[in-house]
């Protein structure tokens, strides 16, 4: 993908997102966040809008921003806190140095990849609240699927795990493919299918995409080998990406 796709789609994203979300009823349930409703989830995305627009300003994260919208107009809070953020960040270049949370990239293009992901999961959230989603493009999808496991799963996997046995599993999103080896609160990614699996995950980019990020169960995409090594897989995605 080229880095101004991520910018566009940020902006479309956010755009549909407030749009979609107007005149509903924002105390509906999100079934694939348990315990949350569609006001929640957009209070959730206007306060990371604001902490990231803190720390491209700042060069750090802030310890302190706006969480809530100080009139109660949650729509309009999240709807201006995207704009914003989005300004800001078409005024720098990809390839401009940034501080992020990420140990391997430390530019500009890291929070527009980051943040064109984060709306769209969200959007899926929101709009499955109502009913069906939107299509999501395949590449980007595939995108998100090498986002979730090589930055999430590599570098946010906490040290709580099942202090299990060593598991490979791949994971192939149409033509994208990834080999991940999940050691006790360790995972090591590569762009790889590996012939010695435990077991692997194959679906198109979207199903593939929207199930590491626990956003479809696992009739969603079909796996071949150890169902224990794929669930093992999914266990440790819900921990880095809580």
């Known amino acids: 993908m080229e880095p101004s796709d991520f910018l566009t789609r940020l902006r479309a994203e956010s755009a549909h997102l407030a749009a979609f979300a107007a005149h ?29 627009l803190g720390w491209v ?7 302190v921003w706006e969480r809530e919208p100080p009139d109660g107009d949650v729509v309009g809070w999240f709807r201006a806190g995207a704009a914003e953020l989005h300004d800001e960040l078409s005024g720098h270049r ?21 943040m ?3 709306i769209t999961v969200h959007r899926v959230d929101v709009e499955t609240a109502y009913g069906p989603i939107g299509p999501i ?8 699927a090498d ?21 490979t599993v791949g994971v192939a999103a149409g033509s994208h493919v ?25 679906g198109d980019p979207v199903a593939v995409y929207l199930w590491l990020w626990g956003r479809r169960a696992d ?24």
């Open 94 to 114: 990809p390839d401009e140095p940034c501080d992020t949370w990420s140990p391997d990239d430390h530019t500009v293009g890291f929070w527009w990849r980051r």
């Open 137 to 144: 493009d395949a590449g980007f999808a595939a995108d998100g």
């Open 24 to 52: 509903r009823d924002l105390g509906a349930p999100v079934p694939t966040c348990p315990g949350m409703n569609v006001g929640e989830i957009l209070r959730h995305l206007g306060s990371v809008h604001r902490v990231v």
């Open 219 to 242: 009739d969603a995409v079909r796996v071949c080998g150890d169902r224990q090594s794929a669930a093992a897989l999914r266990a440790a995605l819900a921990t880095a990406t809580r």
């Open 178 to 202: 990834w080999r991940v080896t999940l050691r006790p609160a360790a995972a090591e990614v590569t762009r790889e299918l590996p012939d010695d699996a435990d077991a692997v995950v194959i």
């Open 147 to 167: 986002e979730v496991l090589s930055l999430f799963l590599v570098h946010r996997r906490g040290d709580d795990e099942t202090h299990g046995p060593v598991r």
């Open 116 to 118: 064109a992901h984060e």
């Open 57 to 63: 300003r700042g060069q750090h994260r802030p310890e």
